[in-house]
């Protein structure tokens, strides 16, 4: 089966007919609810903290933990672990990656929406 990777930069001309935009090719590691929403944080962020991002996403340690482990093993943030004083620190951040890969996400998803509304 063939495999859509190209999508519009820019909205279809009214008159060009619509295509079809394959679902099957959304990045499922970064739909889910969760990861889209670390990935959309560390984003709009230099950089966030685990207790930043647990307090944003309103989730539990353990949820958080295996959501980022996730897309760190994907390359898509990278996680930096110290020591403030005694106490453990975990800061994340947007990779090169990772960006490309959202805006990859965020383009296939805006295409999706075109093509839905065109053939609605």
Do not use: Q, W
């Amino acid at each position: 089966m063939a495999r859509h990777n190209a999508l519009p930069a820019e909205p279809p001309d009214s008159e060009a007919p619509a295509r079809s935009v394959p679902v099957r090719d959304l990045d499922r590691l970064i739909h889910e609810r969760m990861r889209l929403g670390i990935i959309s944080a560390l984003a709009a962020n230099e950089s966030l903290t685990f207790n930043d991002l647990k307090k944003l996403l309103k989730t539990t340690d353990g949820n958080l933990s295996v959501h980022a482990r996730k897309l760190e093993d994907a390359r898509y943030i990278s996680c930096t672990k110290s020591f403030e004083g005694r106490m453990p620190r975990t800061e994340y951040r947007l990779t090169a990656e990772g960006r490309k890969a959202l805006e990859h996400y965020l383009d296939h998803m805006e295409a999706l929406i075109r093509s839905m509304r065109v053939s609605g």
